[in-house]
T-cell receptor, first 113, second 111 residues
């Protein structure tokens, strides 16, 4: 069976510090991978998606970047965090066939102080 | 650009009631639509996926319908239980690789 891992679960970082959140998927190959952010009191916002190694599409211009160094690994990064980067970050995957469900990780709660 | 709304924003009902949650979307050119639940502070759990060619999909006490031409989907929960308390999100998927989320309906089922 397929599983998705996201870590860390919680993170408190000072303004201006770097960020690296990691997401890995097991039990499948060539998945589509997604990063979403859920700010307090707001809906889920798509940040990045990837259809293959090194292929990243950005949906929202921001202080963040994403990379996919391996087929089942998706990393969300920032060089300098802003207060507005606080939120709940969720990684998701789906098979390349669009007619399949998307599955989400348990999320990372990021607080920038 | 796809926009998704969900009504009601919040709902509180006694245990045992049958419920209907509504989802509307502006762009009917969707490939499928997925319903999720989210418990507080947790990730999303997939409930149902409806293909654009389908009218209904059922899983246990859940039944989701899709009227693609009118841009609507409903999630029907039969005989609600306190364990159903969560936020329910709908997400239509486009012909690319993406899906857009609604703001959710926060459901509380009282024992």
């Amino acid at each position: 069976s397929q599983t998705i891992h996201q870590w860390p679960a919680t993170l408190v970082q000072p303004v201006g510090s770097p960020l690296s959140l990691e997401c890995t998927v097991e039990g499948t190959s060539n998945p589509n991978l997604y990063w979403y952010r859920q700010a307090a009191g707001r809906g889920l916002q798509l940040l990045f998606y990837s259809v293959g190694i090194g292929q990243i599409s950005s949906e929202v211009p921001q202080n963040l970047s994403a990379s996919r160094p391996q087929d089942r690994q998706f990393i969300l990064s920032s060089k300098k965090l802003l207060l507005s980067d606080s939120g709940f970050y969720l990684c998701a995957w789906r098979r390349r066939d669009r007619n399949t469900e998307a599955f989400f990780g348990q999320g990372t709660r990021l607080t920038v102080v | 650009k796809q926009e998704v709304t969900q009504i009601p924003a919040a709902l509180s009902v006694p245990e045992g009631e049958n419920l209907v949650l509504n989802c509307s979307f502006t762009d009917s050119a969707i490939y499928n639509l997925q319903w999720f639940r989210q418990d507080p502070g947790k990730g999303l759990t997939s409930l149902l996926l409806i293909q654009s060619s389908q009218r209904e999909q059922t899983s246990g006490r859940l039944n989701a319908s899709l009227d693609k031409s009118s841009g609507r989907s409903t999630l029907y929960i039969a005989a609600s239980q306190p364990g159903d308390s969560a936020t329910y999100l709908c997400a239509p998927g486009d012909y690319g690789q993406n899906f857009v989320f609604g703001p959710g309906t926060r459901l509380s089922v009282l024992p």
